[in-house]
């Protein structure tokens, strides 16, 4: 377990951008579900002038695989782009802003566009009935 750790968090952050035929929005839920699904994959964003591209940035995403469930659900999937995202560090010679006080008050939740929870279905209840008696065959 350790190990597995220890190799995902070692793999290099990844953008990739991905045109798939998405005519309607029900199709483009569809193509944000099914990235979503992906392993590894830590935002997904609709882009594009025709908004028929998926831009995907994630760990150690399988691309291939990523395009053939694409491939299978939707139809054409072409992939445009795919990049390293390298983390940005501040210069030590820039100033920081000064932090100002905080004021209190109850942080607001951030809700995410794309981001899919499945819930399990629960469990069918199962009725045992059991009759009394001898058994009138015999």
């Known amino acids: 377990?350790?190990?597995?750790?220890?190799?995902?968090?070692?793999?290099?952050?990844?953008?990739?951008?991905?045109?798939?035929?998405?005519?309607?929005?029900?199709?483009?839920?569809?193509?944000?579900?099914?990235?979503?699904?992906?392993?590894?994959?830590?935002?997904?964003?609709?882009?594009?002038?025709?908004?028929?591209?998926?831009?995907?940035?994630?760990?150690?995403?399988?691309?291939?695989?990523?395009?053939?469930?694409?491939?299978?659900?939707?139809?054409?999937?072409?992939?445009?782009?795919?990049e390293e995202v390298k983390d940005k560090k501040p210069d030590p010679d820039e100033k920081k802003p000064e932090k100002c006080e905080k004021k209190s008050h109850v942080p607001v939740p951030q809700c995410y566009p794309g981001c899919y929870h499945y819930h399990c279905p629960s469990r069918p209840q199962v009725v045992v009935y059991e009759e009394s008696g001898a058994c009138s065959i015999m």
Request: hydrophobic share 50%; with cysteine; charged share 20%.
């Open 1 to 82: 377990m350790f190990l597995l750790l220890f190799l995902s968090s070692s793999l290099l952050q990844q953008r990739m951008v991905i045109r798939v035929s998405m005519p309607c929005d029900k199709c483009r839920s569809k193509a944000m579900e099914l990235a979503a699904k992906t392993t590894g994959v830590i935002s997904i964003k609709i882009a594009g002038d025709y908004t028929n591209q998926l831009e995907v940035v994630g760990d150690g995403i399988d691309v291939v695989c990523l395009v053939n469930r694409l491939h299978k659900k939707l139809g054409r999937v072409v992939i445009l782009e795919v």
